[in-house]
């Protein structure tokens, strides 16, 4: 037998079960008077089940529109008010207009399987009103699924799972100017020990999360990057992404060796979670919650002595999240 027809049997016989279930309960004796059919009401509810499914997909759809930027807060909530508005509304026209109601008043018994029995029956012929059962179930499972699909979106919100394209692409690539927030190009003599720099990349967005880089100037006998590396900084200068790779804040404190007991080096601090990177070998973790280095961008003085970036960053730039899966930078 092959399987398809062995489903098949198997559905017809379920529902045919079901439907002799059905003609035997209402050959019996109703406990509850049979309804009239109420088919604006049955529309009306279709109506608003279909309005709060469009409203829930609203927020699905707007969600993962804007996630990239801002998201916009006022319509996300009037797509989940108004879907909830609308289930609430359905739910108030079934239980006023399609759920036939009686009261009966007598003693609760102590023991009661009989009238069990009888309650089940009782909600089982006040639906008696409703003429589309399956179109009504049908139209609350989209609302339901819907909703309950947008209520879990928020969650992509924790770190990208199809759309992680950016997170691999920066604007630096080899001959790069680096400039600060005006501009203006930094010449190797700009760059003084004790102090750092943001510098940008020349033309691009400086709002990219690859864009802004710190710079900084340290004794070249006192570097001691890896290996492929000894080429990266061009008279001691340095520059890594100002993006910490702990959650993604900016590094902008940089730590001047004021007590050299404590702090033996010159080091990249964030200031949210106290992350500390090493610029003397590579932007290794000194301290704090980071797992991974600074990404470093390779450095090069063109012939008017302008600092450029000499290709782009060591390796991905951003939180460790972002680090989880293969590749590096563009």
């Not at 398809?4 to 439907?19: D, K, N």
């Not at 804007?66 to 609430?88: I, T």
């Not at 589309?132 to 139209?139: M, T």
Request: proline content about 8%; overall charge neutral; hydrophobic content about 40%.
């Amino acid at each position: 037998m092959k399987p398809w027809r062995f489903v098949v049997a198997m559905l017809t016989l379920l529902f045919g079960r079901f439907a002799r279930r059905q003609q035997e309960a209402e050959a019996q004796e109703r406990i509850v008077p049979e309804g009239a059919p109420e088919r604006r009401a049955e529309n009306a509810v279709l109506v608003l089940l279909g309005l709060a499914t469009l409203f829930a997909i609203g927020f699905i759809v707007t969600y993962a529109e804007f996630s990239p930027g801002g998201l916009p807060n006022e319509l996300l909530g009037v797509c989940l008010g108004v879907c909830f508005a609308c289930v609430s509304a359905a739910l108030i026209v079934v239980a006023r207009r399609l759920v036939v109601t009686e009261q009966i008043a007598h003693e609760y018994p102590q023991e009661h399987p009989e009238e069990q029995e009888e309650v089940a029956e009782i909600v089982q012929q006040s639906a008696s009103r409703i003429t589309r059962k399956r179109l009504l179930l049908g139209a609350g499972a989209a609302a339901g699924g819907a909703l309950g699909v947008a209520a879990l979106t928020p969650a992509l919100s924790l770190g990208p799972v199809w759309y992680t394209a950016p997170l691999d692409r920066t604007p630096w690539r080899r001959g790069t100017a680096l400039v600060d927030e005006n501009g203006r190009r930094y010449a190797t003599a700009d760059i003084e020990q004790e102090t750092f720099y943001t510098a940008f990349p020349e033309g691009a967005d400086p709002e990219q999360i690859g864009s802004s880089v710190v710079v900084a100037r340290l004794d070249p006998s006192a570097l001691h990057l890896p290996a492929a590396r000894q080429a990266w900084a061009p008279s001691g200068i340095v520059a890594y992404s100002k993006i910490c790779t702990h959650a993604g804040c900016a590094v902008a404190l940089y730590r001047k060796p004021t007590f050299p007991a404590l702090e033996p080096r010159p080091a990249f601090v964030c200031p949210c979670h106290y992350s500390t990177f090493d610029p003397a070998t590579g932007g290794t973790v000194i301290y704090g919650p980071a797992g991974r280095p600074l990404p470093q961008l390779p450095l090069m003085v063109d012939g008017s002595g302008y600092l450029r970036a000499a290709g782009n960053f060591s390796e991905r730039v951003g939180p460790s999240w972002s680090g989880v899966r293969g590749g590096g930078p563009e």
